[in-house]
């Protein structure tokens, strides 16, 4: 499985961008319950769970620091999956990852997901 993530960028608080990700490889969606993470860490700070999408059926998780905020949408035609973040906070700053893992179980752990995308910056200035 391949991942691309992009849309990152320098934006000021309150203000909104939208990230995507786009996957591909022979196995990807496979999996029925395949389920595609977004991720984020900042300088000197642990990989945090953002949000989460099973590629079957579209159930959707959270992270406490961005529910409300943010919106985890897919696109199956085009393998596709997005996060729309509204009202961002300089405390959303950080590089945000996708990632791919064959089960749901584990929605929130990074260290469950088996394939990474390369991550796109998130800048928000106050």
């Known amino acids: 499985v391949q991942l691309q993530a992009s849309g990152g960028g320098l934006v000021q608080a309150g203000g909104s961008l939208r990230l995507s990700c786009s996957a591909s490889?022979?196995?990807?969606?496979?999996?029925?319950?395949?389920?595609l993470g977004w991720f984020r860490q900042a300088p000197g700070k642990e990989r945090e769970f953002v949000a989460a999408?099973?590629?079957?059926?579209?159930?959707?998780r959270y992270g406490d620091s961005v529910t409300g905020r943010f919106t985890i949408s897919r696109d199956n035609a085009k393998n596709t999956v997005y996060l729309q973040m509204n009202s961002l906070k300089p405390e959303d700053t950080a590089v945000y990852y996708c990632?791919?893992?064959?089960?749901?179980?584990?929605?929130?752990?990074?260290?469950?997901?088996?394939?990474w995308g390369q991550g796109t910056q998130v800048t928000v200035s106050s």
């Open positions: 990632a791919v893992d064959s089960t749901w179980h584990r929605y929130a752990d990074w260290r469950g997901y088996g394939y």
């Open positions: 490889g022979p196995t990807f969606g496979r999996s029925r319950y395949a389920t």
């Open positions: 999408i099973m590629w079957s059926g579209g159930t959707t």
